[in-house]
């Protein structure tokens, strides 16, 4: 049975729509797969082109007649392209998206930008024959020329800019002394550089017994061409980030480069002083809030070779590095590392696959890991390396835990306990600096009326509105489709003046410390002051330089932030996460908990954090006061294995979408009916139901939860089901999706 490849010609992104097929003839039957080069007869002359393999097919797509035969596989060396389209492959395999869904993921230049260059007027004729030249313009009064060739004297090579602007010379006038072959213009690639205005500095840092044994242990398998995924687990403090540095000192050595993914964006500041710090302009960094130029420069500087080591979140992985040695994934467990847009990948499984195709290694780091990585590394997938102390010894922060309730038992409606107000109080005096994080984003959370319970949803998605507050005015917001309108003075549905919003944000905590402390300067770190290009590395190096007391933020300030002057942490709805509706609700409880109370007592000064809670019980708070991720960990997975939730399990959800809801209604529980029909050994179905969000954007979305032990099941029930899909139009109107192993409620 004949079998036809798809190929793009042109790698350049916007061409990655487009792809040809070909018939692969016999002779090369087994050898054209995704990523392979080939040469192929192209155009009306049939002349050979080069191009890459994308995808490979049962059957033809076009008239056979007008299909031509692959020529041959391409020799020669094997391009970066080839293998980040061979992972695109097995992205599209793994997570279910189309193909080009999972290529424009891995090709990661999104459109291609003009290149910046850096021109020069240089003088290329003899001192004594300028000179003359110069005295035939000022006899001429061709003032402008003279002046140009008098600065040329005196500086041979002259920035363009310079020249138009400084000296005020036009291009006329530069135009007319190049074609006098007085002056010529020379042009250098110029790229844009986010970690420019960055410096290299000294680096003395001496590793302590456990980062020195850590690095041995990895050093030691590479050495023997050993590659492997490590879960280096370590306690806040421990010192990861220098075990990571040493790791990729060795690997540099050794002429290959690295990759460091960490979860949001506001890590890239502190985590690329660092890096900078000690191996200067060989590092750069990706994330979304680069310009378009910005970002297709740091690509083609790792595809040249003039970087070896890109550090930013999870599309940083797909850097074009041609001799990648070695990945880290900073604070793994985070759920930033899931993607939310087709294809559905987690950054962690792509990693490890990208290192194998690359014969390189894995360090996954983190205080607090996911329950999916611990598993794996108790189980052999992975190897265990920790970290079970501070460096230089620091003691752990000493932790207390607030019952809220007992707090309004006593009259004290304030959002900050009266203990907390009286540390507060105690670190303002010792001029020390406090951390005050809460897990919420806005002035408060949703609007309801007191009087009958009403809430205010989104007219289009089924979700309540959040209220903000900007420019004095307050209003509600959709976080799903940016839907606002004003707040309402009485409720809707019963005119009741008692309306309003309950849960407190970071804005009404800003207000109410200024106003039980009045001398105190205050930061708030959130989702709103941070939308500009550089919000987050202007709050967090003001923070650092003392320049406020207090820092009042959502999750963003409590990963991997080291401040060596915050002595006092106040976590203020410690359980507000545990209301998730999520089976990962307490793990990210603990998490977040563990991550904040590790912001304290990083310096001299030993640390203190207020855990306030309606929830003192509960073994995720319990566990975080002592940071004991063993005891979490084992009342964790009893309950994982109890329900066969991941990673005991795994689970593949398919998600249907559509403008009316009985379309989606009916295709959820067509297939759920198909899929009980086949009879699959160890396959437990759990739908059709409506999405944890009914309603987006005037969609309706529909849910079916598939569970079984064996992953690889699961792929070929995804296989099938797209298999049966290809056949059906009745289900044009409804568009179907998949997510392996989900982080996010959907």
Known sequence: MAEYADIIIDISHEKLDHTFQYRI????AGKIYPGVLVNVPFGRGNS????????????????????????????????IESQLISLAAWMRKNYGATMNQALKTVIPVKQK???????????????????????????????????????????????????TQKLNVSPAVIRALEEKQILEITKERKYRNPAGHLRKSEYQVKLNDMQRKAVDTVLSNMQKGVQKTYLLHGVTGSGKTEVYMELIADVQKKGRQAIVLIPEIALTYQTVMRFYARFGDRVSIINSRLSQGERYDQFLRAKNGEIDIMIGPRSALFTPFLHLGLIIIDE?????????????????????????????????????????????????????????RRVAEKPLPLCDIVDL??????????????????????????????????????????????ACGHVIKCPHCDVSLSLHKES???????????????????????????????????????????????????????????????????????????????????????????????????????????????????????????????RAGRGEEPGEVVIQTYNPGHYSIVTAKKQDYGAFYQ?????????????????????????KEKEAAYAAAYFAALTAKAEIDGLKIIGPASAA??????????????????????????????????????????????????????
Do not use: W
């Open 635 to 659: 009342a964790e997975i009893a309950m994982r294995k109890l329900v066969s939730y991941p990673p005991v399990s795994n689970m593949l959800l398919m998600l249907f979408t559509a403008e």
């Open 113 to 163: 930008v003009k290149a910046k260059e850096k021109r020069m007027v240089c003088l290329c004729m003899e001192k004594e024959e300028a000179k003359e030249q110069l005295l035939l313009f000022q006899k001429k009064h061709y003032t402008a020329r003279a002046r140009l060739l008098e600065e040329l004297l005196a500086h041979p090579e002259i920035s363009y800019e310079i020249v």
């Open 405 to 450: 309730r007992e707090e309004l038992k006593k009259g004290n409606r304030s959002i900050l306990s009266v203990k907390l107000q009286r540390l507060i109080a105690d670190r303002l005096a010792k001029k020390q600096q406090i951390m005050l994080f809460l897990n919420r984003r806005g002035f408060s959370g949703f609007v309801s009326c007191r």
């Open 25 to 28: 003839p016999a002779h090369l």
């Open 472 to 598: 004095g005015k307050e209003k509600l917001i959709c976080h799903y489709c940016g839907y606002e309108e004003a707040k309402p003075s009485v409720c809707p549905e019963c005119a009741s003046k008692y309306i309003g919003g309950f849960k407190a944000g970071t804005q009404m905590i800003e207000s109410v410390v200024a106003k039980l402390f009045p001398e105190a300067r205050v930061l708030r770190m959130d989702f709103d002051t941070t939308r500009s290009k550089d919000g987050y590395e202007h709050i967090l190096s003001a923070f650092a330089g003392h320049e406020a007391d207090i820092l009042i933020g959502t999750q963003m300030i409590v990963k991997g932030h080291d401040f060596p002057n915050v002595t006092l942490v106040g976590i203020l709805a410690a359980d507000m996460s545990m209301n998730a509706g999520d089976y990962r609700a307490a793990e990210r409880t603990f998490q977040l908990l563990t991550q904040a109370a590790g």
């Open 693 to 746: 969000i009914g309603k987006v954007k005037d969609i309706y979305r529909r849910v079916i939860y598939f569970k079984h032990q064996d992953y690889a099941q699961l792929v070929q029930l995804k296989d099938r089901i797209e298999l049966f899909l290809k056949g059906r139009t009745d289900l044009n109107q409804v568009n179907i999706s998949f997510d392996f192993n989900p982080i996010n409620g959907i």
């Open 48 to 79: 050979l082109r080069r191009g890459f393999v994308v995808e490979v097919k049962g059957q033809a797509e076009f008239d056979e007649d007008k299909i031509k035969d692959l020529d041959s596989v391409a020799e020669d060396s094997v391009a």
């Open 332 to 388: 793994e467990h985070e759920g930033s590392y899931k993607s939310e847009s087709l294809p559905r990948y987690h950054a962690r499984e792509t990693a490890i696959e990208r290192a194998r195709m690359a014969d390189a290694s894995v360090m996954l780091g983190s205080a607090t890991p996911s329950v999916d990585s611990y598993y794996h590394a108790l189980n052999g997938r992975y190897e265990l390396i920790e970290l079970n």
